[in-house]
């Protein structure tokens, strides 16, 4: 195909209707039909990218091969589409603003006022055409972040009204996802929000070409037909979006309410061959028949916020599936644990994985918690933080070291058994600075993690600042923890596992950004795998 075609998903109403969602599920559907879809996202606010962000304000901050720190929602498209997306995947309101502020100090504009249209426009267009003119793609999607009529997503919705003039109706456009309310004390469904936001997107000079309208309730064919008729919509490009037991069944029901099909007509292509969805469909037999049961403590100290957690909660479903097993997660909140009441907050799990994280707090109770798990041969996984407690841990109670610790808990640590690293210690800038993205790995064969992945070479990414201390290497491993995956390059530990342990695994990488639908990660599948063998095991002793 020559170019590629673009489609825009707006949302109005209220924020959190799931865009990322529905445009996860449409790029399935068009791959399915053997489309090459990519997704990106714009987010309006003015960091330059979610990094920064505490996980409270944004939830988990994904992060791609490339090193970029990006939306979660980034998270969803990978795992859908099973394909990885990159720095040019999210950009934001900062992002645009930096670089046009950097070219304007360049002298690019040639003495010309630099204005929000057409510079700040202008550079959002060609941030939008960046992945279409790579040429690898047949469809390139755009989820605008935040609601219509929002002061912040004011330029954005500009660029993609000038765009769609500019590329003609047939090459872009328009999904407008909205919210039908059920009003129990008159028994209806309202179209009315759905009126007025359509009226807003209207005022910025866009008719949307699709409706997707997210409800709790079967849309009737007479709401259908007035939405249809307040907001210049054909009847057929009025979309249910009901909600789902799960966020992969959104795919077939938007294939039921042939949102592939209208999009494809829409833009004029070829829409006669079904998708084929046949691996999907036959993920989601697997989840939801399960023939075993786990539950999985995860221990972290945002679980407030689940999102904070995206990406692992996921990862647990893709894993669940392949091993037909639910698994169930409690969420345990790191601060609340001491030693004294691991025992009883443990007793029913099957596994326990310590989470990533930043920071001292919530650290004893991480720490309670593996040493709980390590002593009754729990399986356990610990994720970068969770890795390198798991190391403090040992350190203290197997090495005998008092007072290990982490330098990020301690600047002045006598036994920093993980210490910064080495290209960390200049560095002053918080934003985009640690170590991240992809990094290669070697795994030594015959050990647990070699049994895992099947090979010696792996790539994992990353995002952390601090390491484990190889100068207490040997004292490690002659004490029974090994490292069992080193990068190649640098030396840099990468994997940990406990010998005389049925499953105690530590990584420094975060294995849960690679797992998707189609291909499960390893490591969670057979963690999974080792606590239903946990789980039958404590069925017999009881
Ligand atoms: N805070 C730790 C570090 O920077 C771990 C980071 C993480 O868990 N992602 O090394």
């Known amino acids: ?270 829409h006669d061959q079904e998708p084929n969805l046949e691996s999907w469909k036959e993920f989601l037999g697997r989840l939801k028949n399960p023939s075993e049961e786990v539950t999985i403590g995860l221990v972290g100290k945002y679980v407030e916020l689940r999102d904070a957690y995206k990406s692992i909660a996921e990862a647990f479903i893709h894993a669940g599936a392949h091993n037909e097993c639910k698994v169930n997660i409690r969420w345990i909140h790191s601060e609340t644990l001491v030693p004294d009441n691991v025992e009883t907050l443990f007793h029913d799990l099957d596994g326990v994985l310590v989470a990533p994280g930043f920071g001292e707090r919530g650290i004893d109770g991480k720490i309670a918690a593996i040493r709980f798990v390590r002593e009754n041969k729990i399986p356990f996984f610990g994720i970068c933080l969770g890795m390198q407690c798991a190391v403090v841990e040992f350190a203290r109670n197997v090495l005998g070291l008092e007072g290990a610790v982490s330098r990020e808990w301690n600047s002045q640590a006598i036994h920093p058994v993980i210490d910064m690293m080495e290209d960390q210690k200049n560095v002053t800038e918080k934003g985009g600075t640690m170590r991240l993205g992809a990094y290669p790995c070697e795994i030594k064969k015959g050990s647990k993690a070699y049994h895992i992945y099947g090979k010696t070479k792996i790539m994992e990414r990353h995002r952390h600042r601090y390491e484990f201390n190889n100068q207490y290497l040997e004292s490690f491993e002659k004490a029974g923890m090994i490292p069992t995956g080193i990068n190649p390059d640098n030396g840099l530990v990468e994997i940990v596992e406990i010998k005389d342990h049925p499953w105690f695994v530590g990584v420094q990488f975060h294995p849960e950004l690679k797992s998707t639908v189609v291909c499960p990660h390893p490591l969670f599948v057979q963690f999974v795998k080792a606590a239903v063998e946990y789980a039958t095991k404590r069925m017999v002793v009881r």
Request: with cysteine.
């Open 1 to 270: 195909m020559a170019s590629a075609k673009y489609i825009f998903v707006t949302g109005g109403v209220t924020s959190s209707l799931g865009k990322g969602i529905i445009a996860s599920s449409l790029a399935k559907l068009l791959q399915a039909r053997g489309f090459t879809v990519t997704i990106q996202k714009f987010d309006p606010y003015i960091n330059i990218d979610p990094g920064t962000l505490n996980p409270y304000e944004h939830g988990e901050c994904y992060v791609t091969d490339d090193g970029a720190e990006t939306d979660l929602d980034l998270g969803h498209y990978e795992r859908f589409l099973n394909s990885p997306t990159s720095q040019a995947n999210n950009v934001t309101t900062g992002r645009i603003y930096n670089s046009v502020i950097t070219k304007e100090r360049q002298g690019a504009y040639l003495g010309k006022t630099v204005q929000v249209i057409p510079h700040i426009t202008d550079e959002i267009k060609r941030n939008i055409c960046a992945l279409g003119e790579t040429g690898k793609y047949d469809i390139v999607i755009t989820e605008i972040g935040g609601c219509v009529g929002d002061i912040e997503s004011l330029p954005f919705i500009e660029a993609v009204r000038q765009f769609k003039w500019d590329v003609g109706a047939n090459n872009a456009i328009v999904i407008h996802l909205t919210l039908i309310p059920y009003l129990k004390s008159a028994g209806e469904l309202k179209t009315k929000p759905t009126q007025h936001s359509v009226k807003e997107l209207l005022e910025t000079g866009i008719q949307p070409d699709i409706l997707v309208c997210r409800t709790e309730r079967p849309l009737p064919q007479e709401i259908r037909k007035k939405l249809a008729l307040f907001c210049n919509v054909h009847i057929n490009s009025v979309i249910e979006a009901a909600d789902a037991e799960t966020i992969y069944d959104v795919p077939l029901l938007m294939k039921k309410e042939k949102l592939d099909e209208r999009v494809l007509i829409k833009m004029k292509l070829p």
